[in-house]
């Protein structure tokens, strides 16, 4: 994942990486953020999230990343925008790195 979030910064011009150590701690925050706080924003949002047909999970991705950006220092993002693409960038890393490993197929 902290590679993913350091080839996102990279490809992104948005978003802002210092260095890869800080990919690392902003992977750990994200995993933490995820477990933590945006099951309690779905939960909030479940109206929204239904009219919307889960579209609006994109929109909660996005707030949680907006809020690693706060919280980890040398991680900048500018912007919901930015925030949006680099939440469905890093989602589809994440599922390609899935799907490679649960058809067990190498990458």
Same mark, same amino acid.
């Given at each position: 994942?902290?590679?993913?979030?350091?080839?996102?910064?990279?490809?992104?011009?948005?978003?802002?990486? $210092?260095?890869?150590?800080?990919?690392?701690?902003?992977?750990?925050?994200?995993?933490?953020?995820?477990?933590?706080?945006?099951?309690?924003?779905?939960?909030?949002?479940?109206?929204?999230?239904?009219?919307?047909?889960?579209?609006?999970?994109?929109?909660?991705?996005?707030?949680?990343?907006?809020?690693?950006?706060?919280?980890?220092?040398? =991680?900048?993002?500018?912007? =919901?925008?930015?925030?949006?693409?680099?939440?469905?960038?890093?989602?589809?890393? $994440?599922?390609? =790195?899935?799907?490679?490993?649960?058809?067990?197929? $190498?990458?």
């Amino acid at each position: 994942m902290s590679l993913a979030v350091f080839a996102g910064a990279h490809l992104l011009p948005g978003i802002f990486v $210092q260095d890869f150590l800080t990919s690392i701690v902003v992977a750990l925050v994200l995993a933490l953020l995820n477990i933590i706080v945006k099951p309690v924003l779905v939960l909030l949002t479940i109206p929204v999230t239904l009219i919307t047909l889960g579209l609006f999970l994109l929109v909660i991705n996005a707030v949680v990343v907006i809020m690693a950006g706060k919280l980890v220092p040398g =991680f900048e993002v500018n912007g =919901f925008w930015w925030a949006l693409l680099f939440s469905v960038f890093l989602s589809l890393v $994440q599922w390609l =790195f899935n799907r490679n490993k649960t058809t067990g197929k $190498q990458a």
